[in-house]
């Protein structure tokens, strides 16, 4: 160890004894039972349904109620599930069906229920660890009544006058929240999201809030999430991507609203140029109710973001030949006098367009208006302190990829040729593939995100190209038919071919040759961004458990094709499991009628021997760490 590190952990720790008592304690905590991990895909921004998951611990929270109550009868082993899940609604709803005496003595039940089941759920931590989790309100309560709930028969009276006492002080109710979000947190250690917070349903912002206050959390990026990224560090054509895609599900008032985004300008644009067509109606669910105005909207809006975002992905393509996405230039590909164009030396007449701003003679070029609509636009998202706040997060916890306790987690794929080989993108000479392929958009995000008032560098094009690229790694396909599923009619061009990956990664020795190039002999790879058909009989769990994919269906709109309503993953001291969940209806429901959405546990990987901490990506660091504080107090 080098000099200076031992003068900067001398500050730290002013004693030798101190030093001698971090080693004992780091040593005793590797020791442990390794903590949960639960991963969550794909969420789409269906926040009721992953704050349900996120509060049931994906069935943990059950799980461990059983264990430690195994006589208690079904119904109120749910009653006490749901008093945890959501404390607030279950507290209110019991005011309203029981009268205070009852009340009282109900208070009585059931607050020494939690404490004894937060003492459960606490006991493969530290003490300290366990005291983070509490509110600091609470603190010295919950610690006493965790101390005091296995007290000896002499000391009843004492735990009983304390709970006598915070009832008394109507600090009852306050209390059994403080126990009840003690107990989420310690049933899961850390939280993984192996991408794609954004896109399709309303409230990604609510998700990313949720994620912000979770104490240790990671998040492998998605490709709607880069496009949002994007938007921050300065992309025009990823800002009419995420606009064109919340006006196709109706999700206006994440701009409006939620970002505060300024969208007046665009209104007035498209209602001065374009009127509805049927190729542009807004995807909707059955329960979202529009007035007629507001549909013709959001037709006229996705219109006029499709053509202002093709022009722009014009400009982009032609800038970087280097992309290798000439074939998808489709406005210099267009008889505009016919309204034919020509695709792959085939020719398809066009169906429903209108493209009243382009110049035929020049179709990527914007116009004035448009050129100040688009800068005012972007001002108006990097502006945004509730967005940039986000998109921060998303940037500091995030990834392309994690290697994590000898799993590797990723979102999309790794690209790859029919043969089984790395497929590589060559960018200024160089050849990226595999690793190194996903380690180079890593760079390329990160610069990006350092001048954002950049918008045409490689960088800022770079993120575009993660979006649509054939060797994006998180696109995963040769390519985005977007215009086509507008324009042409012809299904046979609205197919997205996708990489070899997808049908490769159900071959042992395949993903065999992935660990291997991250560094791992062993473990499992963990992949979201293709929904899972399982109503069709397609298993979740591939080439023989070394990958699973964990995109069920969180989002309304893909459950009809994959039959549930997303899976999630937990890894803890005993192994891997897999869980299944059926769609979420209300909170409303889960509090009045104990309804849970869990439906089936699969197990993946089961270990010999339970893991300990020292056998973690955390272990590791703690043995590191250890080793220095041994050199330090040796040469103290």
Not at 138 to 146: G, P, Q, R, S
Not at 264 to 279: M, S, T
Not at 313 to 327: G, K, N, T, V, W
Not at 559 to 576: D, P, V
Request: hydrophobic share 40%; charged share 25%; with cysteine.
């Amino acid at each position: 160890m080098d000099a200076t590190l031992r003068h900067v952990l001398k500050e730290k720790f002013p004693q030798r004894e101190a030093v001698l008592t971090e080693i004992i304690n780091l040593e005793a905590i590797r020791h442990l039972p390794k903590g949960t991990e639960h991963f969550m895909s794909d969420l789409h921004g269906e926040f009721a349904a992953f704050d349900h998951v996120l509060r049931n611990g994906s069935g943990i929270v059950k799980e461990k109620l059983r264990k430690q109550f195994p006589e208690m009868a079904i119904d109120d082993l749910e009653e006490i599930a749901v008093l945890i899940y959501y404390p607030e609604q279950k507290l209110k709803r019991q005011q309203e069906l029981l009268p205070e005496a009852a009340l009282y003595q109900w208070y009585l039940i059931v607050i020494p229920l939690l404490v004894q089941m937060a003492n459960y759920c606490g006991k493969k931590y530290t003490r300290s660890k366990v005291r983070k989790t509490i509110p600091p309100r609470f603190t010295y309560i919950v610690e006493e009544l965790l101390t005091e709930v296995d007290t000896p028969e002499d000391k009843k009276d004492y735990f009983t006058a304390i709970l006598t006492k915070i009832i008394q002080l109507n600090q009852a109710d306050d209390l059994i929240c403080a126990l009840s979000e003690t107990i989420r947190r310690l049933v899961v250690d850390h939280l993984h999201v192996v991408g794609d917070v954004y896109d399709r349903r309303p409230h990604p912002d609510k998700i990313l809030d949720r994620l912000m206050s979770f104490p240790s959390v990671d998040v492998q990026w998605g490709n709607h999430d880069i496009i949002w990224m994007a938007i921050a560090f300065g992309s025009y054509p990823a800002m009419l991507n995420a606009i064109r895609i919340c006006v196709r599900y109706g999700n206006l008032d994440l701009l409006e609203d939620s970002y505060g985004i300024n969208l007046r300008p665009l209104i007035e644009y498209v209602q001065k140029y374009y009127q509805p067509q049927a190729a542009f109606k807004p995807h909707l669910l059955a329960a979202e109710h529009f007035s007629k105005n507001e549909r013709q909207l959001l037709n006229q809006l996705q219109q006029g973001a499709a053509i202002l975002q093709f022009k722009l992905e014009s400009q982009l393509i032609q800038r970087r030949p280097c992309f290798q996405m000439a074939d998808r230039d489709v406005l210099n590909k267009i008889d505009y006098q016919k309204q034919l164009i020509t695709l792959h030396d085939q020719v398809y007449p066009l169906h429903e367009f209108h493209a009243p701003t382009i110049d035929p003679h020049n179709p990527n070029q914007l116009t004035q208006e448009e050129q100040a609509l688009l800068t005012r636009l972007l001002a108006s998202f990097q502006h945004s302190e509730r967005f940039l706040r986000h998109v921060d997060f998303l940037l500091k916890t995030g990834s392309m990829y994690l290697v994590y306790n000898g799993n590797l987690l990723y979102h999309g794929c790794i690209p790859l040729h029919e043969n089984g080989d790395f497929k590589s993108l060559r960018i200024n000479g160089q050849n990226y593939s595999g690793k190194s392929l996903l380690d180079f958009f890593e760079e390329q995000v990160h610069l990006a995100a350092e001048q954002p008032e950049v918008h045409d560098d490689l960088a800022t094009d770079m993120m575009w190209y993660l979006w649509v690229g054939e060797s994006s790694s998180l696109f995963g396909k040769q390519a985005m038919t977007t215009f086509e599923r507008y324009h042409i009619e012809d299904q046979k061009t609205h197919q997205e071919i996708k990489n070899a990956y997808y049908r490769l990664r159900n071959e042992p020795i395949v993903c065999q040759d992935i660990l291997q190039e991250f560094g791992l002999e062993h473990g499992v790879i963990i992949n979201g961004h293709t929904p899972v058909k399982e109503k069709d009989g397609e298993n979740p769990i591939k080439a023989e458990g070394r990958l699973v994919v964990i995109d069920g269906g969180f989002a309304k709109s893909y459950q009809k094709t994959t039959g549930l309503a997303g899976y999630t993953l937990l890894h803890n001291s005993y192994g891997i499991q897999l869980v299944a969940h059926q769609p979420f209806s209300s909170v409303k429901d889960a509090v009045e009628n104990r309804t849970d959405i869990l439906s089936v546990k699969r197990l993946v990987e089961e270990n010999e021997q339970r893991k300990q901490v020292k056998d973690t990506t955390v272990g590791q660091q703690l043995t590191a760490t250890m080793q220095m504080l041994e050199d330090l107090y040796a040469h103290y």
